[in-house]
């Protein structure tokens, strides 16, 4: 696993600050970069318009990172990792859902950061993609509008990942996301089930799945690109070949339809027993879904599922999805053919709960 | 809850096929098709209509734009012109009988580019907005003009950000040079193979020493370029063709799986020697023995096989946004997004153009590629390009899926309007979807077994074959 998080002397600020690390001898590019003076250990001096600090630890190159350091704190947040194609912002914490098998459970209070996510998102390295996540970032619709007419106006080639439940969109949007760049911008919708009260029994909340059908026909007349992510569940297990017709009647505007796997952290540890569905063991609703969505001409795709759990004919549905940062194997990965192109485990994988029926390629 | 306009014919049981004009599709009996002519739909035939995408609760709700969205993606737009068709001789070195009209002799003085047309053609494209271009030479026999090939293909690699370049030569007589051009990268061979060797001699090599040396050039071809940059298409007369199976055979010989099966054309001075213009009905009965055929191998093979054209209207019948091929569109605009340069610099707007025009029952020519393009006459044609308002198609559950040919109904009717169910068109189309549907709707394995490889899904869902009851 790598930390996202990095320690640091702190700095006398009283706001956010935003810096972006260059090796020693670079040319600062901006009032954010900070380049390296002095490497002692694990310590590394960086000098930032005059003034010196010192970041610990990290043990690989920090080129290009962009950090932001918080007030009176001894870590930074590793923002954006030059080197990774997985960089996400957390815009806010805060959410209307509670979905059953929630990775990143809602808090109640927002800190507005997005001013330094905007600096920070400029900051990122030629033609980047940056995943934007909560909590539910259009509860902050302005801001996080803002930030991408910001940005875009900065750096055109920077793109944006951004996951929403879509409950949010109105009308009055629709001409700021026909505005936005539809190729660099991709949404993230979560969908669960075609019926109505499963969908909404999942995610907490009545009347999500008319909300969401609302949103999805503004993103369709927009012109966005939408990545719909329906996670599998013992909850919507029967559904999915009902979802995937759904899916190819109402939403065949859309870029890829995800189907994924359980990530064992936050509410989906908590009820794991009851939503987890072990698929390599018993794959035929997911294999029915793929089978509708391809004769239809739409691109499904499996995220999160070790290779081994998923049968031969659907292999190449699953690429590797798992972000670098919180991606592990297990012992018998060491024999495997399949593990280049494999995306394993994530951390937080539990093999007594997990899937029964796995081994190397 | 408003219900689309649905289409029905009948189908091979005692049920309808209904579709909609998005191309949504099921089954269903005639009790049903009084409920919903009569306004007497019930709650369980409206939970389907509703599920399989025909009805919605109000404009502008998602199962409405879904609708919307599906039937915008199956009207064909032009893109930008990035694509030519180059007949630089309509010189050849073979005089195969369906061809008369697009060839003369080897040594026939006046049916080449001149180095005026040639710098023209440059011109032209070189002023084309397109960032990647597909050139495609014909003739006659383009490997006869090598230098005009490579001159073309030097500019068009300098010019454009990619180009791909199709030659399509009858592979008779090919030297050193010419095949160390179609080994390179950016070249790729179609050519054409009729069936099988007795077929492919009667139709076009004529001698057994012209018949050796055509396979023999084939075979170095799939050897040395790959099978996967070689094309080969058979030319067949249903009444003098071989069986399937040998088809089949000799194709899979040279490792070539996509087998796309074209009728002896009609066209030009082929009509007096081929009689085409009554064919549609053995021509349909050869395509259907093929399919059967097919259903036959897939069953039994590693290797899959596929007839090109009916994959394609099998994938135009199952999504929208299949229009990547220019035979079969809607509306079938021509003259923007490709164009044919012939021998004397005339650009038209298709191949079959050409041969109307020069077999002088039209003159279906835009311009000249030295004074420019004129699309006037192809303008008019374009408006009638439409068939969702054409008053048989409009009755037609197969409109959604189909397309528009009109050079070919001038070609073989001099007219443009005459009932569709009377045209070759019309009722090669027609038994192409009666016999997807039919597969649709078997529960046949080996049908189902087919249906899966050719529309890409690794099994057929029941989903894609509804029945309601
Ligand atoms: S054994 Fe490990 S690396 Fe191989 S497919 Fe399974 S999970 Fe992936
Ligand atoms: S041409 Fe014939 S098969 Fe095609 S849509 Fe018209 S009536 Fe139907």
Known sequence: ?361 | MPVVPLKFRPHTDELLIFADDAGGYFKSDHAFLHRYACGQLTSSDRAFLTANGHAYNSVGDLAFSGFEHRFAERLYLPRELDYVILVPTLRCNLACGYCQVSRVNETTPGFDWNDVTLEAVIKFLDSLSAKKIKVEFQGGEPLLRLDIITKVRDFCRQRFEACEIVICTNLQEVDAPAWDLLAEPDIFVSTSLDGNRITHQKQRTVTDRGTDRFFANLEFAVSHLGPEKISALPTLDPHRAPTPHEVIDTYLSYGIRSIYLRPVNHQGFARKKFDARTSAAAWNAYHASFIDALIEHNWSSEVAVEEYYFVHCLRRVLRSGHNGHVDLRNPNIVGLSYLVIDYDGKIYPTDEARMVTRVGQFDLSMGDVSTGVSPETIDSLNVEALNNFHPDCVHCPYQAFCGVDLVDDISRYGRIDLPKHLTDFCQRHMSIFDRIFAMIYSDDPKIQKTLALWSGAPRFDPLLAKVHR
Not at chain 1, 231 to 253: C, E, G, H, I, K
Not at chain 1, 303 to 326: G, M
């Open chain 1, 1 to 361: 696993m790598i930390d996202l998080r990095i320690k640091v002397d702190p700095l006398p600020i009283d706001e956010p600050l935003i810096v972006r690390l260059q090796a020693a001898g670079s040319p600062a590019q901006s009032d954010s970069d900070a380049i390296l003076t002095e490497v002692e250990g694990d310590r590394r001096e960086y000098e930032l318009n005059g003034f010196s600090f010192a970041v610990y630890g990290a043990n690989d190159t920090l080129d290009g990172d962009v950090l932001m350091m918080l007030p009176g704190t001894t870590t930074a947040h590793r923002l954006i990792r030059a080197g990774s194609k997985h960089n996400t912002l957390l815009v806010t914490e805060q959410c209307d859902q509670l979905c059953v098998m929630c990775s990143q459970p809602p808090k109640k209070y927002h800190t507005d950061l997005f001013e330094q996510f905007a600096l920070a998102a400029s900051l990122a390295p030629q033609g980047a993609m940056i995943g934007i996540s909560g909590g539910e970032p259009l509860l902050h619709k302005d801001r996080l509008f803002r930030m991408l007419e910001d940005v875009k106006s900065r750096r055109p080639d920077v793109g944006f990942h951004i996951l929403t439940n879509a409950q949010h969109l109105s009308t009055a949007d629709l001409d700021m996301l026909q505005r936005l760049d539809h190729e660099r911008i991709l949404w993230g919708v979560p969908l669960y089930s075609a019926t109505p009260e499963n969908h909404d029994r999942i995610v907490g909340k009545s009347g999500a799945f008319a909300n969401l059908e609302r949103g999805l026909a503004l993103l369709m007349r927009a012109g966005a690109s939408l990545e719909l992510r329906s996670v599998v569940m013992q909850q919507n297990w029967q559904d999915l070949p009902a979802l995937a017709d759904y899916v190819s009647t109402r939403l065949s505007f859309l870029t890829i339809w995800a189907i994924m796997q359980l990530e064992r952290i936050g509410y989906a540890r908590m009820n794991w027993r009851e939503t987890f569905q072990d698929t390599s063991t018993e794959f035929e609703q997911i294999a029915r879904a793929i089978d509708v969505a391809t004769a239809r001409g739409l691109k499904a795709a499996l995220y999160n599922f070790p290779l081994c759990s998923v049968p031969p004919a659907y292999r190449e549905y699953a690429p590797s999805t798992i972000s670098d940062w919180k991606r592990k194997y297990l012992d018998f990965c060491l024999n495997c053919r399949a593990q280049k192109t494999c995306g394993g485990f994530f951390e937080w994988y539990s093999a007594p709960e997990g899937f029964a029926s796995l081994g190397p390629l």
